[in-house]
């Protein structure tokens, strides 16, 4: 399976941004969907994860701001990112793995696995 992101653009602060990750075929039926973000000079955090029981799990910084979401027709998934802020700027990637890698880590700070066996290439967000 293939990952490719869309939607990362420059945008003012307190805008929305819909980022989108197409898969290249159906995923897995239990799997971990997954949105990180890096800076440069930082490691990449975790940001938004999506398992296969719709459970979700965010960064703390996002939370109330940000929704993942999937369209399981399309094999696509999905970052809707609202009120943006300067600090949300970064690459942002999807990631897919397996399934208990939502649980793995700490989503509230970020620090969350970066074992997925499955990364778009990213697409740049820019907020000022």
């Known amino acids: 399976v293939q990952l490719v992101e869309s939607g990362g653009r420059s945008v003012e602060v307190g805008g929305s941004l819909r980022l989108s990750c197409a898969a290249s075929?159906?995923?897995?039926?239990?799997?971990?969907m997954a949105w990180f973000r890096q800076v440069p000079g930082r490691e990449r955090e975790g940001v938004a994860g999506l398992d296969t029981d719709d459970k979700t799990y965010y960064l703390d910084s996002i939370k109330g701001r940000f929704t993942i979401s999937r369209d399981s027709a399309k094999n696509t998934f999905y970052l809707q990112m609202n009120n943006l802020k300067p600090e949300d700027t970064g690459m942002y990637y999807c990631?897919?793995?397996?399934?208990?890698?939502?649980?793995?880590?700490?989503?509230?700070?970020?620090?969350?696995?970066?074992?997925?066996?499955?990364w778009g290439p990213g697409t740049q967000v820019t907020v000022s």
């Open positions: 990631a897919l793995g397996l399934y208990y890698y939502c649980n793995t880590g700490d989503w509230k700070t970020g620090a969350v696995t970066t074992d997925f066996g499955r």
């Open positions: 075929a159906p995923t897995p039926i239990a799997h971990c």
